[in-house]
């Protein structure tokens, strides 16, 4: 069983946030599957999986890509 706590995700392109969607879509299940409540997920996500280069090289086009996809 894998440990949401040590994965990290890299996006080398830092475009449309694709990359981090599917990343926030795997490592949700992740979570889900190691027993961490629903409601918690999504800001241990982006608290914890997220970097500096993704908040400013990523942030305008990935922002609302992520945002749809925790609903």
């Known amino acids: 069983m894998l440990n949401p706590e040590t994965i990290t995700v890299i996006d080398p392109a830092c475009g449309s946030g694709h990359i981090l969607v599917e990343a926030y879509d795997v490592l949700k299940a992740i979570y889900l599957e190691r027993g961490y409540q629903l409601r918690s997920i999504p800001r ?10 993704w908040i ?3 942030f305008p086009s ?3 890509g ?6």
């Open 44 to 53: 241990l996500i982006l608290e914890k999986k997220t970097s500096t280069a």
């Open 62 to 64: 990935a922002c609302l």
């Open 66 to 71: 992520t945002r749809i996809a925790k609903r």
């Open 56 to 58: 400013l090289r990523g």
